[in-house]
């Protein structure tokens, strides 16, 4: 499967960590507040969003799911409740996947990008942001 990212990390107070929240993903991985933003923040700027799901890793908002996949990663650092990562990605899927859906993934990724990067810059209180 292939798939291309982008990657930032950040501080934050603004996303409270509900009681629990873990159990979904991974002892210690949060992001469900952030993944939430996160969606609304696209959805104001006419990115449709499909679905919000738990990973392992900590929450995915669900861009687009066919002919491939674009997603962002939301999720907390090494347990802390103020510092967390995001990142987007695409999945191509398998050969035929990357042979006819490579240019039209690329341009959604890049258009996913500029909105990502935009939003970063709105988060309530950021500080100590490093991309990727």
Do not use: Y
């Given at each position: 499967?292939s798939?291309?990212?982008d990657?930032?990390?950040?501080?934050?107070s603004?996303?409270?960590?509900?009681?629990?929240?873990?159990?979904e993903?991974?002892?210690?991985?949060?992001?469900?507040?952030l993944?939430?933003?996160?969606?609304?923040?696209?959805?104001d700027?006419g990115?449709?969003i499909?679905?919000?799901?738990?990973?392992?890793f900590g929450r995915?908002?669900?861009v687009r799911r066919?002919?491939?996949?674009?997603?962002v990663?939301?999720?907390?650092?090494?347990?802390?409740h103020t510092q967390?990562?995001?990142f987007i990605?695409?999945?191509?899927?398998l050969?035929?996947?990357?042979?006819?859906?490579?240019?039209?993934?690329?341009?959604q990724?890049d258009?996913?990008?500029?909105?990502?990067?935009?939003?970063?810059?709105e988060?309530?209180?950021?500080?100590?942001?490093?991309?990727?």
């Open positions: 499967m798939t291309q990212s990657h930032v990390t950040f501080t934050s603004a996303f409270p960590v509900e009681p629990g929240e873990d159990e993903t991974n002892p210690g991985i949060f992001g469900k507040a993944a939430s933003w996160v969606a609304q923040k696209l959805s700027r990115i449709p499909i679905e919000l799901l738990p990973e392992d995915i908002v669900i066919k002919p491939f996949m674009l997603w990663g939301c999720a907390s650092l090494d347990g802390r967390w990562r995001m990605a695409l999945e191509l899927g050969f035929f996947g990357r042979l006819l859906h490579r240019k039209e993934g690329q341009r990724l258009r996913l990008r500029d909105h990502f990067q935009a939003i970063v810059a988060i309530p209180g950021v500080t100590d942001v490093e991309w990727h």
